[in-house]
């Protein structure tokens, strides 16, 4: 066992238990910020696999742009920033949730574990083979997705600043804006 393999191993359990932390916590907030870790110790495994191209990119495109979007996004709809108390899971949906998520977790396993017999071949794949799939393929669903997340982005604000005026005269009696009010007269 070599340094880069402990090294791999300690920042994928970084990875992996800030992850869990990040779907676990009933704190929005928390959660977006323990997925800036998960997704920034994601880029240590890249760097130390040696793929430093990738590890920047992981850390320009879901580091600095999604979590940003995240946080934007509950910034503008006023999201609750305690914990949820609301929210609660029934015991069904908790237990089918961790089956779903030991089947993935199996799944990747049977994938990705060397299998007992004769050793596999795995096709080489170049960076050159990666840019041509990356920028030539998957360029339109990429855009496509870009676009989804912007438009999700201007709808939330939207919708935030309709209920924002909404509540706002609501909480003035007589249902008028604090604005239109009259000052009261002075004797």
């Known amino acids: 066992?070599?340094?880069?393999?402990?090294?791999?191993?300690?920042?994928?359990?970084?990875?992996?238990?800030?992850?869990?932390?990040?779907?676990?916590?009933?704190?929005?907030?928390?959660?977006?910020?323990w997925l800036v870790v998960s997704l920034g110790a994601v880029a240590g495994c890249y760097l130390v696999l040696g793929a430093?191209?990738?590890?920047?990119v992981q850390?320009?495109?879901?580091?600095?742009?999604?979590?940003?979007?995240?946080?934007?996004?509950?910034?503008?709809?006023?999201a609750?920033?305690?914990?949820?108390a609301e929210v609660t899971t029934s015991p069904l949906h908790r237990g089918l949730a961790a089956v779903l998520g030991a089947g993935v977790t199996g799944l990747l396993l049977a994938v990705l574990?060397?299998?007992?017999?004769?050793?596999?071949?795995?096709?080489g794949t170049t960076s050159t083979a990666v840019a041509e799939e990356l920028f030539g393929t998957w360029v339109w669903?990429?855009?496509?997705?870009?676009?989804?997340?912007?438009?999700?982005?201007?709808?939330?604000?939207?919708?935030?600043?309709?209920?924002?005026?909404a509540s706002a005269a609501a909480d003035v009696p007589g249902?008028?804006?604090?604005?239109?009010?009259?000052p009261e007269p002075q004797r």
């Not at 880069?4 to 869990?20: E, K, N, R």
């Not at 989804?148 to 201007?154: E, H, K, R």
């Open 80 to 84: 609750p920033i305690g914990p949820n």
């Open 113 to 123: 574990l060397p299998v007992a017999g004769p050793a596999r071949e795995r096709p």
């Open 175 to 182: 249902g008028r804006t604090a604005s239109a009010v009259p």
């Open 52 to 56: 430093e191209f990738v590890a920047l």
């Open 59 to 78: 850390l320009l495109v879901y580091v600095g742009a999604v979590v940003v979007l995240v946080l934007f996004a509950l910034m503008l709809t006023r």
């Open 141 to 165: 669903p990429f855009e496509v997705l870009s676009l989804l997340l912007l438009v999700a982005l201007i709808a939330a604000f939207a919708v935030s600043r309709m209920v924002g005026g």
């Open 1 to 33: 066992m070599t340094g880069l393999d402990i090294a791999f191993a300690a920042v994928g359990l970084v990875a992996a238990a800030s992850g869990l932390l990040a779907v676990t916590t009933r704190h929005v907030v928390h959660a977006a910020l």
